[in-house]
T-cell receptor, first 111, second 115 residues
């Protein structure tokens, strides 16, 4: 039962443009959402998070938007840089339960 | 020194071998996790230890055996694995399991190949 879905396995954008990575979830109990970034040969690293009481959280070039009615969140990166090229994982959880991950989206930012 | 260190980085083993994966965290965290990442699949939680006590075992086959001797060290003992067990095994830690303390810090993983 895949409760967190990233339907786009890959995304390619030009340097300087906006990257939008999407994530959908099915469990309405989720109340905390995170994005992780993973470079080859490294473990995932935390990027940004959002609580269900908010609909937007911003940190520099990274903004996460949460649409609870649609059970959808997105990560916006603007402007995109070649160093942002990585696999991005969406994750969600509630209370003390397991964190559920999506399968990831591979972002390629072209110079 | 990274926060979560895993060894070895790569491991090739036969189906009859016994090996162990090691994880050490230097962050003072109280919770540690083993995750499995197969190609193009979501990370799958295998085991959770909170304050050295195993709190979850997500229907993992007995050929995988975790050990947590203290809150800084976590092992995954492997024996009689199958080729389908080939994957990236990631260790992670978090402050604890309570809401707000659950941000995970991952190691670089062990890429396991079972022949």
């Amino acid at each position: 039962d895949q409760q967190v879905k990233q339907n786009s396995p890959s995304l390619s954008v030009q340097e300087g443009r906006i990257s939008i990575l999407n994530c959908d979830y099915t469990n309405s109990m989720f109340d905390y959402f995170l994005w992780y970034k993973k470079y080859p040969a490294e473990g995932p690293t935390f990027l940004i998070s959002i609580s269900s009481i908010k609909d937007k959280n911003e940190d520099g070039r990274f903004t996460v938007f949460l649409n609870k009615s649609a059970k959808h969140l997105s990560l916006h990166i603007v402007p995109s840089q070649p160093g942002d090229s990585a696999v991005y994982f969406c994750a969600a959880k509630y209370n003390n339960n397991d964190m559920r991950f999506g399968a990831g989206t591979r972002l390629t930012v072209k110079p | 020194e990274t926060g979560v260190t895993q060894t070895p980085r790569h491991l090739v083993m036969g189906m009859t071998n016994k090996k162990s994966l090691k994880c050490e965290q230097h962050l003072g965290h109280n919770a540690m996790y083993w995750y499995k990442q197969s190609a193009k699949k979501p990370l799958e939680l295998m085991f959770v230890y909170n304050f050295k006590e195993q709190t979850e075992n997500n229907s993992v086959p007995s050929r995988f055996s975790p050990e947590c001797p203290n809150s800084s060290h976590l092992f995954l003992h492997l024996h009689t694995l199958q080729p389908e067990d080939s994957a990236l095994y990631l260790c992670a830690s978090s402050q604890d399991r309570s809401p707000g303390g659950e941000k995970l810090f991952f190691g670089s993983g062990t890429q396991l190949s079972v022949l």
